[in-house]
């Protein structure tokens, strides 16, 4: 503070400080405004002048003249100079310079007729007084001093009880008890009651605590008595009160005592009104606080030992025994407790409203130990009742409702009632925190919170803002950033009171299912994030923080293992009521014990969801998240410990999940984002959920057991798919097909969810595919893919067309912004392509109404062209520009963008399902029991169905009709070929056919259809055969690369496209029919443009039976290779193709046989090993079997020559390779003399040098193969002697051929087709032409040079030829077993290789000889046998396939083949 005297006053204090002084001095009186402060300036500026005078910078008297000049100032301003010399007393009795105690001294001597002595009596120190002369001795002084303190505070009044007179008492009785309902007022009595006091000489204290005793009897005057005792303590001192109180609570502190909840009430009205402090009672009341402390901690441990006891594994009966006894034991041991006189007092505080003063208390307390105690938390919710009381009438209490309205505290010292959500949060909340679990003891207010939390929620806004943007916004349009953060406040202090107050006290009570309903009211209004949160904590935290829920949660697990002890699919019904009851308090508890049940027993999963029908609504959504939980448990393997199957555990979940969201009103948006999650992480275990909820859901099946029948079923209509394309009849969807399309929809998971696994499935083998199982990475992407095709056929069935256009972008976006592959890119665009077409297709009709079928069609192409235009467009992009030099993308998008839908009516699928309906319909009518109303639903039910099947055909025939006219259309602009008709093929199988027929089952039978119609259409360009050619020609490869569901997919594709060419070779007329005339069948493929083709262009219908026979051949080859490889992925892939092509493959009895002995010989091997493996060849095998009455010989599945022709032939016949050999398609019935055998042979190794086959590529490969048969060096010598004997017979033919070149390399795709005719009238001049497009120039030289090394090979071969088939002595041995009947089909065999112009066996050892045929005797052999097999070595095999990898080479490339 600054100083009020400057120096320059102290120095010129004569001239004017003096006045100056004085001036102030006034002003400083007479400004009255804030007394205080000028008190203080006053006493500052006399408190400077006297400082001045100590220092000696002014003399006392001038001093003392100034302050008689300013005391009249003021009244209080002797008062004011006595505190000043006493604060210099003080400073200057400390000092060790005696002249400024000196100058003190005598300034106030100069002073001393200012101030009064007394005054300065009271203020000096005795010293002091001493030194001024006011007293005589200071010593003297203070003992006197002593005496009267002592008089006054510690002695006690000797109120002797004869000289009270009780009259007095009687009378202050008679005058606190009378009617106090007139004009009395506590003045009037208190003058009363000092007179009765001074009158009958009457102790105060006991007049005090009579007053107390009548407030205590008569509680309802408390606006007379409050003022009365705080009139009282005027006379008394302020602790007298307190101390009374204390002695009365004192007095109830025995054991046998009970503190009257009379006194209770008087002490927290007293402490309400600050008549008493709470800390100087608190230290009167018992017990103390060490003793609640030990308390509390008393009881935890209790509560941890009664869990200990209840999860005890109980052996006998008699322990169960002795369990009952020690709890009757501490039953009778529990006495009544001792008297806590603070909660006591703290009820009290609450029932009269002092809020501030109850909290104080049990802050003093460990936390909830207060409102354990029942009288207390009913008191406080008592508060909390009246508190909320205007806020809850004005919006939360529910309509029609009535209720009970509660009257406001007549206390105005009670906190505030709420009338605004700001309110609650400043007193209500704050209560509920310390209610904490124990709400639970009025389930009233418990609903009235809830409500009033969803009153706030309505209020605060639509929830969708909460879900986009993850925090609070609000919906008023001028609100102001604080009324945001209010809201946003508020919201938190809601979720906090729920989780610490709302959900434990749920658990606390006993199965109110009213009150899980209320508070779903709530919560439904949360998003599932929030919601799943505080599950979270509830089931993982609350439990463990009171020792109540912990004794909770240990009675609900036992109670949980009795339910699921006992649950079966008998008593699903009184135990799922066991289970909803448990549920309504306990539901995180109760559900995560079954879940690990479910998890360990799958068999459990049915009769658990039928028991679950008792819960509530928040119980379900419980029940949701502890699914969720138990998925993401980070404890669990997903893999079992082979590292190549999905861990039961995740199985038995799966399937619980699809079943509990299907039956029950589950929100489902947690479990589908937890799954994207996953996917985003790059897991896709989790996909089985999803597979399992859409399938249990939506009852979209996916499957690779269907029959074709189903598949037939699949290829019509919706209802035709739901009546026949599935195992079970799916009823009763739609609700749940609902409920799913919507969870999608409204958390915008529908697209991210099918991007997100069609990304996966190459991320299944790339990235998590890392480290496991090939076996589980394959079963991985299956699960992938086949969920992938199931959720888009659940969409594409249930999203409508604006939702489903609105959220699936177009192609070229798909593919390359979202890197989705074009399988599944066109998979998912394909429904939106369907969808534009009708709807514009529904336009034109509208705009122009024309009924005639012509104007309809046209009508359809129109509004094809129109949508797909954009699509073309948008398709280039896909692939390089090369691609589209040889298919259009027209052609590209046309076979993606339809479906079998589009292809084909399946009219059998539809009688099939009405047939069944007419043999339902028809059991009704005979079933007498049937109640006739019931009859009639069913009847009605069934006719409907019919009906709507037959309105389905119809509708499907006419979409048919008019789609193959746009494609009649379309077809001359599909296949460009600028390059060759090979390379078109080639482009449309790489690009179309092989892609989308691994895809699913319908795709697989699509594509076989859409080659078909391709063929059928008459398309330019399109070669038929050079189709069929190069699917059945090349399988190795494909089937190695397969997952199993993807090799299953394949063996559909090739069985369909089988049973079309088995049609077409069953019969002359069909084959003429649908082959003819078509240029699919051409066999010289011109140049385009080219002027050509006549009949002797086409193939005919035996050489078509050959070339059937090659095809099977091929397939044979290629699985007896795949067998053989002795990799699992191979055998299980080509076992799979098998089974699916087996009603038309095999048909010929000895490529039957072949691979009957093949299979038997891996059920032989991996027996044992591989258990999977020999399932599959068991099954494959008995099948097989089963077939072998439908199979025929090779000699009636195609034309063969008479085997017989001449003599070498016959000898031949006898020779190692000539009974397993397959019937190759050199197709040229003219002999060729030995020179030419050579040339041959020369052309053949040509022809190997120029072309790279797959198929040339998979034997070499596999040299184990190659070397475990003898067959190569047996063919060697085979064709060594024929060639030998049909040498002269072409010599001229050969040498037209050397010297002619090719005219363009599409003439010569079906060269060997020209020597591959076993007619003896192919000799014509078409035929001559043939021939000469196949061959290539060749210099003398390089002819010379290979027949060298043919010649050399030959020799060596023919000297092992015995050796290597009698290696293979298992094999051998059976075949032995009857050899009259194989060396018969050997000679068919070897007949028609006379019939051939050199053609070669195509794959060296892949199929075995079935007897072994040489010149030697049967005792020869025998001999050379065991020399094998005492001789037999690696490098020995290895030698021989040295030899014969050349023969390999070349006789490998010698098929029907088109080359470009």
């Known amino acids: 503070m600054a100083a009020l005297l400057p120096a320059e006053w102290i120095k010129n204090w004569e001239k004017g400080g003096k006045s100056e002084f004085v001036q102030l001095c006034r002003a400083l009186s007479e400004n009255k405004s804030h007394d205080s402060m000028n008190f203080r300036d006053i006493q500052q500026a006399l408190y400077e002048l006297a400082y001045h005078v100590v220092r000696g910078n002014l003399k006392h008297d001038q001093a003392s003249n100034v302050l008689g000049d300013v005391i009249e100032f003021r009244e209080d ?3 004011i100079l006595a505190d000043v010399f006493c604060i210099l007393d003080i400073e200057t009795s400390c000092l060790e310079e005696k002249s400024k105690r000196d100058h ?19 203020r000096l120190d005795p010293e002091t007084l001493e030194s001024l002369g006011l007293i005589k001795q200071s010593q003297q002084f203070n003992q006197k001093s002593v005496k009267i303190k002592t008089k006054l505070f510690y002695k006690q009044q000797k109120f002797n009880l004869l000289r009270e007179e009780n009259e007095g008492y009687a009378k202050l009785i008679a005058e606190l008890g009378q009617d106090l309902s007139g004009n009395m007022t506590s003045d009037l009595i208190l003058e009363n009651i000092k007179s009765l006091i001074g009158c009958f000489n009457l102790d105060p204290n006991r007049v005090l605590d009579i007053i107390l005793e009548v407030y205590e009897c008569r509680p309802e005057y408390d606006d007379f008595f409050v003022p009365l005792i705080e009139s009282y303590m005027y006379m008394c001192e302020p602790q007298t009160l307190c101390h009374i109180l204390g002695f009365k609570f004192k007095f109830y502190q025995d054991p046998s005592g009970e503190t009257p909840c009379s006194l209770y009430r008087v002490a927290a009205v007293l402490l309400q009104h600050n008549l008493i402090d709470l800390d100087d009672l608190y230290v009167h009341l018992l017990p103390g606080d060490n003793a609640i402390i030990e308390e509390h901690k008393r009881e935890i441990v ?37 008297d806590n006189q603070k909660l006591g007092l703290l009820e009290a505080l609450l029932k009269i409203g002092d809020w501030q003063h109850a909290q104080s208390i049990m802050d003093q307390m460990p936390p ?19 508190t909320i009381e205007p806020l809850y009438r004005r919006v939360g209490v529910p309509k029609g409702a009535k209720g009970s309205p509660i009257s406001s505290l007549p206390n105005k010292r009670a906190p505030k009632q709420a009338d605004s959500f700001e309110d609650l949060r400043k007193e209500v909340f704050n209560m509920l925190c310390y209610l904490g679990p124990h709400l639970s003891h009025d389930p009233i207010l418990f609903a009235k919170v809830v409500r009033l939390g969803k009153a706030f929620m309505k209020e605060v806004g639509t929830m969708k803002k909460f879900i986009s943007d993850k925090v609070v916004k609000f919906q008023s349009d001028g609100s102001k950033q604080e009324d945001k953060e209010k809201m946003e406040i508020l919201f938190s202090c809601l979720l906090s009171i729920t989780d610490q107050v709302l959900l434990p006290s749920l658990s606390l009570m006993d199965c109110n299912a009213c009150m899980s309903e209320e508070l779903w009211g709530m919560f439904k209004t949360f998003p599932y994030q929030y919601r799943y949160r505080l599950y979270g904590q509830w089931k993982n935290e609350t439990y463990n923080s009171h020792p109540l829920l912990v004794k909770v949660k240990a009675q609900t697990i036992d109670r949980a293992k009795y339910i699921m002890k006992r649950l ?9 009521r066991q289970i909803g009851k448990l549920s309504h308090s306990n539901p995180t508890i109760l559900f995560d014990y079954i879940l690990s049940q479910i998890q360990k027993y799958d068999n459990l999963i049915t009769p658990v969801v039928d028991s679950l029908k008792y819960l509530t609504s928040l119980n379900y959504d419980v029940l949701a998240y502890c699914i969720i939980e138990a998925l993401a448990n980070p404890e669990k393997e997903r893999m079992k410990h082979d590292d190549t199957t999905i861990s039961s555990w995740l199985q038995s979940l799966a399937s619980f999940c699809g079943a509990v969201f299907r039956k029950y009103p589950i929100e489902l948006a947690g479990l589908l984002q937890y799954v994207a999650n996953q996917l985003k992480a790059g897991k896709s275990f989790d996909l089985l959920i999803l597979k399992e909820v859409v399938q249990k859901m939506a009852g979209i099946e996916i499957t690779e057991e269907m029959t074709m029948e189903q598949l037939e079923a699949m290829t019509g209509g919706e209802q035709l798919k739901a009546e026949g394309g599935y195992f079970g009849q799916i009823r009763n969807t739609k609700k749940s097909s609902q409920r799913l399309k919507d969870a999608l929809l409204d958390h915008d998971l529908a697209l991210p969810l099918c991007l997100l696994m069609a990304q996966q499935r190459n991320g299944v083998i790339f990235q998590e595919g890392g480290e496991k199982h090939l076996k589980l990475v394959g079963k991985l992407y299956d699960q992938c893919h086949d969920t992938l095709v199931q959720f888009g056929g659940f969409l594409a069935s249930n999203l409508s067309t604006e939702d489903y256009i609105k959220r699936v972008p177009s192609i070229d976006v798909l593919c390359n912004e979202f890197h989705t592959p074009h399988d599944a890119a066109f998979f998912l665009s394909r429904p939106m392509y369907a969808h534009h077409i009708s709807s514009k297709y529904d336009e034109l009709k509208k705009a122009e109404k024309g009924n005639k079928q012509q104007h309809k069609v046209h009508k359809y192409i129109t509004s094809c062209e129109l949508v797909m235009a954009p699509v073309h467009d948008a398709v280039i992009s896909l692939h390089l520009p090369k691609v589209w030099d040889d298919i259009s993308p027209q052609f590209y998008a046309t076979f993606w963008s339809l479906t079998m839908y589009d292809l084909a009516v399946p009219h059998s699928s539809y009688d099939r399902e009405v047939n069944k309906l007419k043999v339902q319909m028809k059991a009704i009518d005979d079933n007498q029991e049937m109640p006739p109303n019931k009859k009639k639903k069913e009847k009605e039910r069934c006719t409907a169905l019919q009906d709507k099947l037959l309105e389905e055909e119809k509708k499907q025939l006419e979409h048919v009709q008019r789609v193959l006219q746009r494609l009649k259309l379309e077809k001359d602009n599909w296949l460009l070929a600028k390059s060759t008709k090979n390379e078109t093929i080639t482009k449309f199988l790489q690009l179309c056919i092989f892609p989308r027929c691994i895809f699913s089952a319908i795709d697989a039978v699509y594509c076989a259809h859409f080659v078909e119609l391709v063929h059928q259409q008459k398309t330019p360009n399109f070669s038929t055969l050079l189709c069929y050619d190069r699917v059945f020609s090349d399988i190795i490869y494909t089937v190695a690369s397969c997952t199993e569901n993807e090799a299953s997919r394949y063996g559909r594709f090739l069985c369909c496209m089988l049973e079309t060419v088995t049609r077409w070779h069953s019969d002359r007329v069909i084959y003429e029919k649908e082959c003819g005339n078509y240029p699919g069948f051409l066999t010289i493929l011109r140049a385009t443009g080219f002027d050509g083709g006549n009949k002797a262009d086409q193939l005919d219908y035996e050489n078509f039976r050959h070339v059937v026979h090659k095809w099977h051949y091929k397939l044979t080859k290629a699985s007896v290779h795949c067998l053989e490889t002795g990799e699992y992925t191979h055998i299980r892939n080509i076992l799979i193709v098998l089974t699916k092509i087996l009603p038309w493959y095999p048909k010929v009895l000895n490529l039957g046989q072949a691979l009957e002995r093949r299979v038997h010989k891996i059920c032989q091997e991996e027996k044992e090993k591989r258990p999977d493996l020999y399932a599959l060849a068991m099954g494959y095998s008995g099948q097989l079997k089963s077939r072998k009455p439908f199979m025929i010989p090779e000699n009636e599945f195609h034309h063969k020559d008479p085997p017989a022709r001449n003599a070498v032939a016959a000898t031949v016949q006898n020779g190692p390779g000539g009974a397993g050999m397959p019937t190759s398609l050199t197709i040229n019935t003219v002999k060729l003399d030995e020179g030419n ?15 790279v086959k797959v198929t040339n590529k998979a034997v070499n490969a596999a040299p184990k193969v190659t070397t475990s048969n003898g067959n190569s060096a047996s063919n060697s010598k085979v064709i060594k002697e024929k060639d030998d004997k049909e040498k002269s017979g072409k010599e001229k033919d050969k040498e037209k051929k050397d010297k002619t070149p090719a005219a363009t390399p599409e003439m010569k795709a079906l060269g060997k087709d020209g020597k591959d005719k076993p007619k003896e009238e192919r000799a014509n001049k078409d035929e001559k032409v043939r021939e000469i497009k196949e061959k290539t120039p060749k210099s003398e030289k390089e ?21 290597i088939v009698e290696s293979k002595s298992t094999v051998e041995k059976e075949r032995e077993k009857e050899p009259s009947r194989e060396k018969d089909v050997a000679k068919e065999m070897k007949s028609k290789e006379n019939a051939k112009g050199g053609e070669k066996m195509p794959v060296v050892g892949s199929l075995k000889s079935p007897v072994p045929r040489s010149e030697t005797s049967e005792s020869e052999r025998e001999q050379k046998r065991r020399k094998v097999d005492t001789h037999s070595s690696p490098s020995h095999s290895s030698t021989v396939k ?13 098929h029907f083949r088109f080359s470009p």
């Open 368 to 386: 909830f130990y207060a409102t354990s105690h029942k009288p207390i938390a009913i008191a406080l919710c008592q508060l909390v009742h009246v």
């Open 302 to 338: 209790e509560a941890k030992q009664i869990v200990r006891k209840l999860t005890m594994v109980v052996l006998s009966s008699e322990k169960t025994e002795e369990k009952e006894k020690e709890k009757e034991k501490e039953e009778e041991k529990t006495e009544k407790p001792p």
């Open 1343 to 1363: 002819k010379e040079k290979v027949k060298k090394e043919e010649k050399a090979s030959k020799e060596e071969k023919s000297k092992t030829i015995v050796t």
């Open 1237 to 1251: 055998a050579e040339e041959t042979a020369d052309k053949l190794k040509e022809k190997s040098q120029g072309v």
């Open 77 to 79: 301003m002797p008062s």
């Open 104 to 122: 003190f001294t005598q300034l106030v001597l100069a002073c001393l007729y200012l101030v009064s002595d007394t005054v300065l009596k009271e």
């Open 1442 to 1454: 040295d030899n014969l990898n050349e023969l390999k080479d070349s006789s490998a490339k010698t």
């Open 568 to 576: 079966t699919k008998e008593n699903v019904k009184p135990s799922g």
